[in-house]
């Protein structure tokens, strides 16, 4: 419970916001005046007769995140401890057990599980949903309070109760681990080159070019192509989706950005530079790839850069952007949409492989009930022949092999 002086200042500075913003109101929309006294009047309703006593502090927050959490599923709320996290998890470390999650009707749902880590061992997979954190009903959480309370001391354990379409609910035990997300994994498949991108973090970009020249200097003149794979990366840091884009092109647009009304329009361009010197690139993505990585793969499909191969992506076209706030904490406040090179929107619709190739049964018994950003509720409307040569045939085949095989 807040002290006397912390109420105090909460209620001078909701005092000095509200006068500072009368003359507007007044002015522009006498309707949000009057919403505004509504929210006034059912707040000191609440601080004097519910049936318990509860926290200003508390009490102001649920009103900001209902807000957020309103307008579309990836706005929200982040208080200091959860902007602290947010921090800490794009460098590529934290503590947990390795999902990212987003909220749906009530429930969080399981975007993609991060490679090696007690989530992905345990079988999670894209498109889950929890409904029990330790016997604890998620319903009525936000998405903040649920994944607090799947962080905790490392080594120790939990108990998630989990749905997945066709199934019974069941549960899983999990031990917490230190999450490092190592976002690039190489290695070499006989005479190709082959790149896993996880996530898109602050060393993404670095990492990738150090993997692919130390692949390349190994294998010198018998390096015909690269496989990029994008699958189930739920995306990251868009800095680093433009730079992983622009280590493959030569000039050109990236991505554009465009905000509401179309106002404030940002285009991200390539410099000169292939790191690949033009050899031919597949990109193998599926209903995971989202956000970070759908900017890639559409970056280097319209630039006829790459041939994509797998399914359809997931279709996160938004911009989030961090807004630090007086408390310490930050609103993550969606304030525009990803656009491809070739002026195509990403959000609710994602990008279309050139070639389809269906996951092997193996990856549709795991992931049968994927769903993509379409299909969450309150998400945004969207807006809005590759050369045939004898390499590409050729890694195409062995991708097909190694999709199969795998």
Do not use: C
């Not at 909460?10 to 500072?20: D, N, S, V």
């Not at 991108?197 to 294998?219: G, H, P, R």
């Amino acid at each position: 419970m807040l002290n006397l002086i912390n109420i105090s200042k909460i209620i001078t500075t909701l005092t000095l916001i509200y006068l500072a913003i009368i003359p507007k109101l007044f002015s522009d929309d006498s309707d949000v005046y009057k919403q505004l006294n509504l929210f006034g009047e059912v707040y000191e309703r609440v601080r004097s007769e519910y049936v318990e006593k509860v926290s200003d502090k508390d009490l102001i927050e649920a009103a900001i995140n209902g807000m957020l959490q309103s307008l579309d599923p990836h706005s929200s709320y982040l208080n200091a401890d959860s902007f602290t996290e947010m921090k800490i998890q794009t460098k590529g470390e934290f503590g947990g057990l390795g999902i990212e999650v987003t909220m749906e009707n009530g429930l969080v749902k399981v975007v993609s599980p991060i490679d090696d880590t007690p989530a992905a061992k345990a079988g999670l997979q894209s498109g889950d949903y929890i409904s029990h954190i330790d016997e604890e009903a998620v319903m009525g959480l936000t998405l903040s309070e649920a994944v607090d309370k799947m962080r905790g001391p490392i080594n120790t354990e939990l108990k998630i109760t989990v749905i997945r379409e066709g199934q019974e609910a069941f549960d899983l035990n999990l031990k917490r681990a230190i999450i490092k997300v190592t976002s690039i994994k190489a290695k070499k498949e006989e005479d190709v080159a082959y790149i896993r991108i996880t996530s898109f973090t602050q060393k993404t970009f670095k990492n990738l070019v150090k993997e692919y020249n130390k692949l390349s200097l190994e294998m010198k003149d018998n390096l015909k192509g690269l496989v990029l794979d994008l699958r189930n990366n739920p995306g990251g840091l868009l800095d680093q989706a433009v730079s992983v884009s622009d280590a493959f092109l030569e000039r050109g647009e990236i991505v554009s950005t465009r905000g509401r009304d179309n106002k404030g329009e940002q285009r991200y361009n390539a410099s000169k530079g292939d790191i690949t010197n033009g050899l031919p690139i597949v990109v193998l993505i599926n209903g995971g790839s989202a956000s970070a990585s759908e900017i890639v793969a559409g970056a280097l499909q319209d630039h006829k850069r790459g041939i994509l191969m797998g399914t359809q992506t997931f279709g996160k076209g938004s911009v989030q952007t961090i807004i630090p706030v007086t408390s310490k904490g930050a609103v993550r406040l969606t304030t525009a949409r990803y656009f491809t090179p070739s002026g195509n929107s990403i959000q609710a619709k994602g990008i279309s492989p050139d070639i389809y190739v269906p996951q092997s049964k193996l990856e549709v018994l795991e992931n049968n009930n994927s769903r993509r950003e379409a299909d969450l509720r309150g998400a945004l409307d969207s807006e809005n022949k590759q050369e045939n040569n004898e390499k590409i045939v050729a890694i195409m085949m062995k991708i097909i092999l190694l999709m199969i095989i795998n």
